[in-house]
């Protein structure tokens, strides 16, 4: 038995912490037996003096492990259980086309997705905007719609890592979110409770991503590919541009139609596209499904041309309570928000700057993100066609379209966004899309 007190101390004064020490502290956090005071504490002090890989690893476990771990072994399979994160970013709906994309490749992808985070969008989020569509089937539904479909998106249960979930709720209030080894953790007790074989990481770096700063991010990817890689899921990063929207659109039912327009070939935004090769490419051949990343490129690129992915997607939303017919619907099934017009450039010259993060809070604004937790969200209000970073800009053309529920929120959108927006005379270098691939 410790004391709690004793061993932030000791976090507090830079020294590691053992494995049954951590173990203590999380089983302490869920069972209430340590104090908020406390829990802040020790994520002040974890935030401060960091974690060992060592120390991350059993951090990372026990809150796995503090949860309920999903079983594939009566299923009996026909290929690996793999999946995907993202540290989450704007016009990022990467999970909703490269789930179908590696199950009709023969992977199986349980997919738990988060809601909204502050200036970010959620995969929840947007999936609730098909109408019908249930993100809290039970286990043993989403387990089968798995084995059936070979994939199923859906929002954790109260039973993965409860001891994340408290700890989370106490970083949020208490300037603890950014930590390397907190955000590694976090995220991994989740994932790996998802019983994967392997596992692909999408980190964003920049403006609007979680930790905006190359170098950190850089340390977050090897951090979370040691851990998890040693935790048995082969896991491989890569960082990517968060300073632009990846697609041309930021909101919950203008995402979720960018995805089907990728899946059923209508348009496919470059950017996106990139993103999406790498991370598929990557989990295909840590999977095995692929022999090399040549292979795994003409294995995806034949599943999107025959339809094979948007089928898998259409099958996915019907088994959860949507439409039959999605993709064929198409964009009709979608309300429209009622005020729809352009932002007009007021003089010309080069986008160099976006400040994603005051992109992200003016959707939230609008009403397609939260404030508070318990908020309803607006699925049909956002931003699309937005212009892109290096794109000359004519006096008077549009910059982005505004989708507000009224003119009033059109027009303090409009306001927050030319303060987010940087025009000038000369050019930029454009940032590259993916910078950098670290493999397990
Ligand atoms: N997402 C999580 O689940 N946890 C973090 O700490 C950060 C992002």
Redesign the pocket.
């Known amino acids: 038995m410790y004391l709690p007190q004793e061993l932030i101390r000791r976090k507090r004064d830079g020294y590691a912490l053992s494995d049954e020490e951590i173990a203590f502290l999380v089983s302490g956090i869920s069972s209430g037996r340590l104090v908020d005071s406390q829990v802040a504490a020790l994520a002040m002090a974890i935030y401060f003096n960091d974690m060992s890989v060592q120390e991350c690893s059993a951090l990372t476990l026990a809150m796995r492990d503090s949860g309920e771990h999903l079983s594939w072994q009566e299923f009996s399979l026909p290929g690996p259980v793999v999946d995907k994160h993202s ?2 970013g704007l016009g990022d709906m990467v999970s909703l086309v490269l789930a179908p994309i590696i199950a009709a490749c023969g992977g199986f992808v349980p997919m738990v997705s ?1 809601r909204g ?1 502050g200036h970010t969008g959620g995969t929840i989020d947007k999936l609730e905007s098909i109408a019908g569509y249930n993100v809290t089937p039970s286990q043993s539904q989403f387990q089968h719609l798995v084995k059936e479909i070979g994939l199923a998106i859906v929002a954790p249960s109260s039973d993965i890592a409860p001891a ?1 979930k408290r700890l ?1 709720a106490i ?1 949020d209030i208490s300037a603890t ?3 390397l080894a ?6 991994l007790s ?1 994932k790996l409770s998802e019983g994967l074989s392997s596992l692909v990481m999408d980190i964003k770096v920049g403006s609007g991503a ?1 930790m905006p700063n190359r170098d950190l991010c850089e340390q977050l990817a090897h951090r979370m590919v040691s851990v998890a890689s040693e935790a048995g899921c082969t896991t491989s990063a890569i960082l990517t541009d968060m300073n632009q929207p990846l697609a041309p659109c930021c909101g919950n039912s203008l995402e979720v139609m960018e995805a089907m327009d990728y899946l059923t070939g209508h348009t496919q935004h470059s950017r996106l596209h990139q993103v999406v090769m790498a991370l598929a490419q990557m989990l295909l051949v840590d999977s095995k499904l692929c022999d090399n990343a040549e292979q795994a490129r003409v294995k995806i690129l034949q599943v999107l041309e025959s339809g094979e992915a948007a089928e898998r997607f259409n099958r996915m939303v019907a088994a959860l309570g949507g439409p039959r017919d999605l993709l064929e619907q198409g964009k009709s099934h979608f309300p429209k928000a009622p005020v729809i017009a352009p932002l007009l450039a007021e003089h010309a010259g080069y986008l160099n700057h976006l400040d994603c993060r005051e992109i992200g809070m003016s959707v939230v604004a609008l009403g397609g993100g939260r404030i508070h937790s318990d908020q309803t969200i607006d699925h049909r209000v956002g931003l699309s066609r937005w212009r892109q970073i290096g794109e000359y800009i004519h006096v008077d053309e549009p910059l982005v379209m505004i989708h507000a529920s009224d003119q009033s929120g059109w027009q303090k959108a409009a306001r927050r966004l030319r303060r987010a927006i940087s025009i000038d005379a000369d050019p930029i270098a454009v940032p590259p899309v993916v910078y950098q691939q670290i493999v397990s």
């Open positions: 540290t989450g988060g985070l994340d989370y970083r979110v950014d930590s907190l955000v590694c953790s976090s995220i989740k979680l």
